[in-house]
């Protein structure tokens, strides 16, 4: 069964810091895997795309990393703001699957002045 | 560039009734793919539809349905409305065609169903 984890399921922290999360998925044969936020209440906002043929995608003072091999991802937030609170998502897309994503419970974030 | 756009924002229905919810793409994409959120089952894939055509379901019941319109413009509709319905449902568009483009959501639609 393709499943999707994220951890931790939520994390509190002083601005300024640097902030790791994870993500790791059970099937080797995916086809890309995606980082969205999601604010209360509201839809998604897609961060970054990496294809399963890439290691890292950067935006600002975003970077995610993928490992195959291993199944994992981390998204790496840079000097952290209050404004990055929100939820983040990993999914995954999976060889044959076309557009369908597969969803982690995504780790909740709160980055206090 | 519009992004995409989901109507109604927000829907209260009792149970029984049957719901449609509508869902415009970015302009130039052909895929159109449905999810539904709930606190305890997270996001879960319904349907993506293609060039009208419908080339992934997810695992919910027949009361769970789509099309899509030639357009692109997505519709989703429930029958006979459970409890367990309400929920946040969110829709995605993207390029469409080849696996692997980036998927773009809306705001979603908030059904309440008593």
């Known amino acids: 069964k393709q499943e999707v984890t994220q951890i931790p399921a939520a994390l509190s922290v002083p601005e300024g810091e640097n902030l790791v999360l994870n993500c790791s998925f059970t099937?080797?044969?995916?086809?890309?895997l995606q980082w969205f936020r999601q604010d209360p209440g509201k839809g998604l906002t897609s961060l970054l795309l990496?294809?399963?043929?890439?290691r890292e995608q950067t935006s600002g003072r975003l970077n995610a990393s993928l490992d195959k091999s291993s199944g994992r991802s981390t998204l790496y937030i840079a000097a952290s703001q209050p404004g990055d609170s929100a939820t983040y998502l990993c999914?995954?897309?999976?060889?044959?699957?076309?557009?369908?994503?597969?969803f982690g419970a995504g780790t909740r974030l709160a980055v206090h002045p | 560039k519009a992004g995409v756009t989901q109507t109604p924002r927000y829907l209260i229905k009792t149970r029984g009734q049957q719901v449609t919810l509508s869902c415009s793409p970015i302009?130039?994409?052909?895929?159109v793919s449905w999810y539904q959120q709930t606190p305890g089952q997270g996001l879960q894939f319904l349907f993506e539809?293609?060039?009208?055509?419908?080339?992934n379901k997810g695992n919910f019941p027949g009361r769970f349905s789509g099309r899509q319109f030639s357009n692109s413009r997505s519709e989703m509709n429930v029958s006979t409305l459970e409890l367990g319905d309400s929920a946040l449902y969110l829709c995605?568009?993207?390029?469409?065609?080849?696996?692997?483009?980036?998927?773009?959501f809306g705001a979603g639609t908030r059904l309440s169903v008593l």
């Open positions: 990496i294809q399963s043929s890439q």
């Open positions: 302009s130039g994409h052909r895929s």
């Open positions: 539809y293609f060039s009208e055509t419908q080339r």
């Open positions: 999914a995954v897309g999976f060889s044959g699957g076309y557009n369908k994503l597969i």
């Open positions: 995605a568009s993207s390029l469409g065609g080849v696996q692997g483009n980036i998927q773009y």
């Open positions: 099937d080797s044969a995916i086809y890309n």
